[in-house]
């Protein structure tokens, strides 16, 4: 899908990935809208760019019910959703409480999931759409102290491939960006567990998990979209994680391939 003149829709848009993409979007000739809960900063995100600010928190039901139509009846068709909006809490699972849990699966599972549900069937019926979940490669092999994070995301991606395998023939593209460590306040976090702290130490000598620029990040999503990939991986030495973890589904979507939909 050309990015020029499309109506996309960004959540966590305030700062980190989403603020690149944003940007990046924006100067393919995208109208994007942002979605954060952070008003203030996303406000002066959108700004940048003349895109339309809407501030939300996503983790209430009732602020998230019928987004995607609240927002068209105002805005128009989306033609794009970037399931972005992210939460890591790390902490060993011990020390998490039953708020953690809700938070965490809610922001990064949920919510793409409800945000699909409500615009998947809008694009069948327009003939159009695309949506780009980012998903991590800790959904593949997660660290200590990042239990909860990596069980969401886990998540996140299982469904993703099973959604994309049904709507195989649609005009409603998919695409799932796992990505490694991105230097942001969220990786920043994991300097307050020492257990994870060390692992990401050792695969960064190793040269298996480099650090990767949001910028690239922004880059690769909007290639994505334009060329309907399919699944993006960054950083690309890690491809083989995700590729072992989805081949399971690819079995089973050769195997049923003939069964219509």
Do not use: W
């Not at 699909?116 to 069937?121: E, N």
């Not at 695969?203 to 290639?223: K, N």
């Amino acid at each position: 899908m050309n990015l020029d003149g499309a109506r996309v829709l960004v959540t966590g848009a305030s700062r980190g990935i989403g603020e690149a993409i944003v940007r990046e979007a924006a100067v393919r000739g995208a109208r994007v809208l942002g979605v954060a809960r952070s008003a203030g900063a996303l406000q002066v995100a959108m700004q940048s760019v003349n895109g339309v600010a809407f501030p939300c928190d996503l983790t209430v039901e009732s602020e998230r019910s019928d987004l995607i139509g609240r927002l068209e009846s105002i805005h128009g068709p989306i033609d794009v959703i970037i399931n972005n909006a992210g939460i890591d809490d790390t902490k060993m699972f011990a020390q998490a409480s039953a708020l953690d849990v809700q938070r965490v699966i809610t922001l990064n599972q949920v919510v793409p999931i409800e945000l699909m549900r409500q615009a998947v069937p809008l694009m069948r019926s327009r003939g159009r759409g695309h949506v780009v979940n980012i998903s991590s490669l800790a959904a593949a092999g997660g660290f200590a102290g990042m239990t909860l994070y990596c069980s969401s995301k886990a998540g996140l991606s299982g469904f993703h491939r099973v959604l994309r395998h049904e709507l195989k023939g649609s005009p409603v593209g998919l695409s799932l960006v796992e990505i490694g460590p991105i230097p942001t306040d969220m990786l920043a976090n994991v300097k307050n567990v020492r257990a994870a702290e060390r692992m990401f130490a050792r695969l960064r000598r190793l040269q298996l998990l480099p650090e990767v620029p949001r910028e690239r990040v922004a880059r690769a999503v909007c290639d994505a979209i334009e060329r309907n990939t399919a699944s993006v991986c960054l950083p690309k030495r890690a491809r083989i994680y995700p590729l072992l973890v989805g081949l399971p589904q690819r079995i089973v979507n050769a195997i049923t391939a003939d069964i219509k939909r």
